[in-house]
Structure formats: C-alpha cells, structure tokens
C-alpha cells in the first residue's frame, strides 16, 4: 500500500529550542546553487566584513624599533561571553595581544593538496579562494597548509618521483611525493599572488599565517648517529608508504652545530620578512611529531645533546625560544605566532606534564600554542575509528589545570558546533580547531550565528580529503561536501534552473536524499520514493557498528534536511516504471544502489555462506568461528565488526597488504591500529579461496599450497556491481533521466554524493 509522508522529522529538544523559527540566507544559498553566486555574492550577503576589509593599520613597530625598544607580551583578555549568542563562548570575540579574533575558532592547515594546485610556485585563483572561504566560513585566524620556501626546488617527474618512493600497494600508482604545493616567497610575481591570498583572508577580518620552510642541512640531525626511527604504526611504513616521524635512519647523522642552528633561525627570519611583506599576520611554527628541528630539539626521543640545547626541558626548549624572539625582534611584537606542538609523545617522549612546562616556558615569546596528537600514538588527524569525538582536548585541559596561562587551541575532532561550545565553557581549551569543518561545509558561522546546529554538516571523518588512495586519480574530495574543490569554479559549471520541473527521486539511500533535497532548493517539485520504512538506505545497517557513528550522523543529517525540505517522502513505496510514467514526471533520478558480486567459488551457494552487506543486523545468526572472503576495505571493516560482536574472524586477502583501498594517509595508521588490537581477528594474505565446504574454506596460501579453515560462517565481500538493469527500466518515462549513487557505479559516500549534486544541478 501506497503511503504518504511529508517527511518533518522530529530533532531533539535543544534543535528545535535552539534554531527551528530561523531560516538560513536564501539569496546566498538558492543563488550559488542556481550558478549565479560566487564568493563576492557570498560576501555581500555576510555583512560580516570587518575593519581589515576597509583599511589596515597596525601598531607594530618595525624590527630596528623593537630591538631598541623592547615591548612586554600581553597574553589574552578574552572577551566575556555575549549572552545573546547562540553559541556565547565559541562567537565571542578574543583579543591576544593587539589583535582581536573575531571568534575563538581557529582554521588549522588544510586544503585540497591534490586538487586545486597545478605546477605553480604560488597560489593560483582556486587556492586563493579556497583559504579566503575558510575565513569566510568563520575561522578567525586561518593558517596555509602549504610550506612557504625560498628558491625551492620542487621535484615534479613523476617517473623519478616512482623510482625513489615506490607504491608497494599498487606499482602502477605514484606516491604523494610530489603532489604536495610548494610556493617560493622570492618570486616577486608570486608575491602579487600571496598579497592576494592575504587579502581575501583579510576581507573576512580574520588573521592570515604561514608556515616556514626550517628543515636541517643534509646529513645532520639534532644528535648524532643513528636515530630511532618512530612508526605511525605497526608496519604502516612498508605496507602503505605512509611517511614515517623521523630523520631517516639508514645512515649515520653528524650533530649540527649552533652556527648551522642560527642559520636556520636566519632563513626563518628570511621567510617572516618576506611573508610580511605580502601581508600575512604572522607564522605558524611546527613543534610537533620530531620533523622539524624544533620538534626534534624538543623531544628526549631524538634529542641526546650534551650542550646547552640538550638534557633538561629548559635547554630542550632553548632553540625554539630563540627562533620565537628572533622573529618577533625583527617582524615586531604584533607578528603572530602560534607554536603547533604534540601534546605529548609515546613513550620515552616528554609527558603531558613535560609539555605543559613546555607551554609555560614558550609564554611570553609566541601568542599561542596549538595542541595535538602525536602520529607516533596512533593518530594526528583523528579518523572515525576513534571512538571520542574531540579526543585530544584532554591535552589543553590538562595544561590548563597544570597553570599554563598561554592561550591554548585545541586541535582534533571539532566538527560540531556543540562540542566546540562545551569545551569553551567547560574552560577546557581557550580556542578551537577546525579544518574538516570548513571542508565539510559551504557555511559555519551562519549556522551558529543563527542557532543551527543542525544544518552543519556532520564529518564522516573518512579523511578522503587528504587523498583518496593508491586506486583513485591524483585528487582530493569530500565524502559529504560535493563542493569542496570545485567552490571556485561552480558558477560556471551549474546553471539556474530555466523552468519549475516535476522530479522524481528512486530510492531513499543517501544519494536519493541528497539529489531530492537539492532539486527541491532549486525550486523543483520533487517526491522522494523509498521501499522501505525509513530513510537512510546501506547506512541503516550501520546502526550497530561501533566505530561507523560519524556515519550514522551523517545519515540523520540528511534526513534532517530532507525534512526540512519541501520534498514529498513516500516510504513503503517500491517504485516501478509504470507508477513513475502515471506520475507525468519531467525528470527522474534513480539511485536503488548496488548488489554484491558472486565469486566463482564451489560451494557458493552454501547455506553457511552470506554477503557482507547482509550480515550487519544478522551477528547473532552468525557460527562463533567466521571467515571473510576478501580483505579490502568493506571486509577489513565487516571483520572488526564482527570480532567486536564476540566472533572469532579470519579475513581472507589475495593482495600483499590488508584494506589497500583504504585512504593512506592520516587514516590507515588508525584503522590498523584497530584490528591489530582485536585479538580474535586474523587477516591471512597472499591467500586465494578456491573452495567453500560446510564446515569451512580452503585457499591457496603465498607459497601455493592448499590449507583449510574450519568455520561455521563465511562472509562474502569481493565488491559490489551497480544494479544497472533495474535502474535502466525507468529510462524513457521522463525527458530527464539520470543514474546516481551506487546504481551509476559502485563505490562510496563520496562518490554517491557527488554524483547526486551533479545530476541534481543538472536540473
């Protein structure tokens, strides 16, 4: 039976309380997505441009004046909570010295490295757009995350590139070496380029930083000898090429000497004048994970000098001392500086305690320091496999409960407006990082200006965003932002609608919900059919999987919007062709997904055998003793799964390494972290199934030998092919008919979103 729902799904009491009689800007929003809005639309209908947008003076005296005149360093005098904000704590201003931000969110490095950049040693138009609309999105200090060099030599040949970084996952496929921007501060057109970059960050009165370029000369380090390599994890290196913290060991390093340290300090000053010169606020110092040379005269794990940069915290903390002061002398005490540093190391590093003293040593030589986890424990960039949901704020508040005064950023996680506030005023942190939220999000400080939260879109913290892996093209996307990267250009490729059409939308997964929703703000009538009983599609059977919440808040997240939508929801209704042609639809977007591939294995069709999408909702029907026959990525993920429900798993993988389709970077450390500590999950590699039994499989091993498991279940995951026919059949009804999600192709939430906005735009 048919049955009608105009979707107006509740949200919890502090939603509604919270923002329910707002409305977000329509002529922004309906304008953008009409491909008529840009980012001078966009800053128009802010009327958010501060003082820097209209003229900038600074107070600052010039290097030779604050050599003769030393000035004392204000800390912070944080501005008390406005009451009348939705979010007092996170939108009132803070004032840091001579400067005030805007708000206490701070945009930490971050942009699409494989994405927006060509072979340019300068921003070209999309980088500098994509860090102005960091600024414009709510961030009051905004921090490139490309090293700023002079006269840098940039290796681009791919070729050699390969040669010297080989892809053990995929020889076929380069590394990361190489796709990484390099800018040169020197070039006196680049700089044109840079005051540009400085200026759009400006126009948002928010603070622009750069960050050196302060590697060691060749064939030194801090100490000499060998120095102890420190993984990201276990293996990580070898199997994935992920870069390893730490001078590389496999030679012998002289110890550098003081004069060499000063001339690191020179270059350094070399790169803030310069960088000042094009109009940037200050620098971002590195101090953290033992890369740069403060990291590494800091931590006891690479530091073993005997001179006074060696031994206590205090001479450990000397060098980075003397480069804050040399910057501030010579670019004037209003250059700001925040030191980024781990909030501690793994073990034989210093302390939680060791870096609060840290903190209180640097008080008075930088404005502020950045906090966050250390690669050597797991993870930096935290990905969903991590259960807490900002899970190094520990580290500010503990720096904060041990006297550190110094402003602190927490860095970590901050993807949600709720938990940003709740820090704030719990004084926990002083300042909050983010990046993925403004990656995730056309808009932050709308939202939390007008109480929100829950249009901002929630991180599935895929980390797709640093790179998509050693099987995709060379480019970086958000999983559930379809706009990230393509912000700069969308004006010309998305026209407005020339007329009101009648859509229809196939299939309520997230693709269905996000193509309806935005055929509906460009002003089309749309319904929405969904067979089932909810929305949510493949992401209702995450419902149960610990480590998948970020995904089910995505999923709730765009039911939300759905709801809010003037989109007509039909659950319980299986659309066919010929209700579809009754309907007299202009347009029809199909998106009913994929189904499992079928491996030619004897004994298949076994009783014991089930497919990995089916099993989740069917643990307890499961034998104890499981095997899964592949070990990509959805079989890696459907194990831990299950190891976690109690089964005891082996994962079957005919590849070298374990989940290979998995992003590398900032995100296969944490997801190997994870199964390596389930100790009843066993992944067997270089091994082929050639047979399933009913009590078991056999497989062909590395060396070629047959061997034999005993199992009372097996788990089929060898991929998924789009339900291409079925999705054909509605062709022809409409003049407009597209495929979308996992019916187009067979792949993930980004590729599902992306192609539900594009066929959506279309309209």
Same mark, same amino acid.
């Given at each position: ?128 757009? +994509? ?133 690191? @300090? ?71 500086? @925040? ?123 895929? +980390?797709?965003?640093?790179? +998509? ?55 089309? *009538? ?102 899964? @026959? ?19 798993? *082996? ?113």
């Amino acid at each position: 039976m048919e049955k009608e729902v105009k979707s107006d799904q509740k949200h919890d009491t502090a939603e509604n309380s919270a923002g329910s009689s707002q409305k977000q800007d329509g002529l922004s929003r309906r304008k953008f997505l009409s491909g008529t809005s840009g980012a001078a639309l966009a800053i128009a209908a802010t009327g958010l441009v501060g003082s820097r947008a209209l003229g900038r003076t600074s107070d600052a005296p010039s290097g030779e004046e604050a050599a003769e005149k030393p000035q004392a360093r204000p800390t912070t005098a944080a501005a008390k909570p406005v009451k009348s904000l939705n979010y007092p704590h996170l939108l009132s201003p803070m004032k840091i010295g001579n400067h005030v931000l805007k708000n206490h969110i701070i945009g930490t490095p971050g942009s699409a490295h494989l994405l927006l950049q060509g072979p340019e040693l300068y921003p070209n138009d999309a980088m500098i757009a +994509n860090f102005a609309n960091v600024a414009r999105k709510g961030a009051s200090v905004v921090v490139l995350s490309q090293v700023t060099k002079v006269h840098p030599e940039y290796e681009l040949d791919v070729l050699k590139l390969r040669k010297k970084y080989p892809n053990p996952i995929n020889p076929d496929h380069g590394t990361d070496a190489g796709h990484w921007p390099v800018w040169d501060l020197a070039n006196a057109g680049c700089q044109n380029l840079f005051s540009q970059l400085t200026e759009g960050v400006h126009f948002y009165d928010s603070l622009c930083l750069a960050k050196p370029d302060m590697w060691m000369p060749a064939g030194y380090d801090v100490s000499p000898g060998k120095i102890k390599q420190i993984e990201v994890s276990t293996r990580t290196r070898e199997t994935v090429g992920a870069t390893a913290i730490g001078a590389p060991a496999e030679e012998a390093k002289k110890e550098i000497s003081e004069e060499q340290l000063q001339d690191i @300090i020179d270059k350094v000053l070399l790169q803030a004048v310069l960088i000042k010169e094009c109009g940037f606020d200050g620098m971002f110092i590195h101090c953290a994970y033992r890369a740069a040379v403060t990291a590494r005269m800091m931590s006891p794990l690479t530091n073993f000098r005997t001179d006074k940069y060696g031994g206590s915290l205090e001479n450990r903390a000397r060098f980075c001392i003397n480069l804050f002061d040399a910057i501030k002398k010579r670019c004037g005490e209003d250059f700001f500086l @925040i030191a980024s540093m781990s909030g501690c190391e793994p073990e034989g590093g210093y302390t939680l305690d060791d870096g609060a003293q840290f903190a209180k040593l640097f008080t008075g030589h930088v404005d502020m320091i950045d906090l966050k986890g250390d690669p050597g424990d797991r993870i930096g960039t935290p990905p969903y496999f991590m259960k807490e949901r900002t899970p190094f704020l520990y580290m500010t508040d503990h720096y904060k409960k041990k006297g550190v005064t110094l402003p602190l950023n927490s860095n970590g996680g901050f993807t949600n407006l709720d938990w940003a506030e709740e820090a704030l005023a719990a004084n926990k942190t002083d300042t909050v990082g983010m990046c993925r939220a403004f990656i995730c999000n056309r808009d932050i400080l709308h939202p939390a200006v007008e109480g929100r939260s829950e249009d901002v879109r929630p991180c599935i913290r895929c +980390n797709r965003c640093y790179g +998509n892996g050693s099987f995709y093209p060379w480019n970086s996307t958000c999983a559930v932002n379809p706009e990230w990267g393509l912000e700069h250009k969308l004006s010309q490729m998305i026209s407005p609608p020339t007329d009101q059409k009648k859509v229809a939308v196939i299939g309520g997964g997230p693709a269905g919900m996000e193509a309806a929703r935005i055929a509906a703000e460009r002003g089309h *009538t749309v319904t929405l059919y969904e067979k089932s009983g909810q929305l949510g599609g493949i992401f209702n059977v995450f419902d149960n999987v610990s480590f998948k919440w970020p995904h089910k808040d995505f999923r709730d997240y765009l039911v939300r919007q759905v709801g809010k939508s003037k989109v007509t929801v039909r659950l319980n209704t299986e659309a066919d062709p010929a209700m579809i042609e009754r309907g007299g639809y202009d347009a029809v977007i199909v998106a009913i997904g994929a189904e499992p591939i079928v491996p030619d294995i004897p004994g298949i069709g076994g009783k014991n055998v089930i497919y990995a999408v089916d099993a989740h909702g069917k643990e307890n029907t499961l034998a104890k003793d499981v095997v899964i @026959i592949g070990g990509g990525y959805v079989g890696t993920e459907t194990g831990m799964h299950l190891a976690q429900k109690g089964h005891r798993v *082996t994962v079957l993988e005919a590849a070298k390494v374990l989940a290979g389709d998995a992003a590398r970077f900032k995100f296969y450390s944490e997801f190997q972290y994870t199964w390596e500590h389930l100790s009843n999950f066993k992944p067997i590699l270089q091994a082929s199934c050639n047979a399933i039994t009913k009590d078991g499989v056999t497989y062909i091993d590395a060396d070629g030998k047959q061997q034999s498991i005993k199992a009372g279940s097996v788990v089929v995951a060898v991929g998924m092919k789009p339900r291409t026919d079925p999705a054909l059949q509605f062709a022809g009804i409409s003049k407009w008919f597209y495929r979308i999600g996992d019916c187009q192709e067979a792949g993930d939430v980004r590729t599902a979103i992306r192609s539900a906005f594009s066929a959506a735009s279309m309209l």
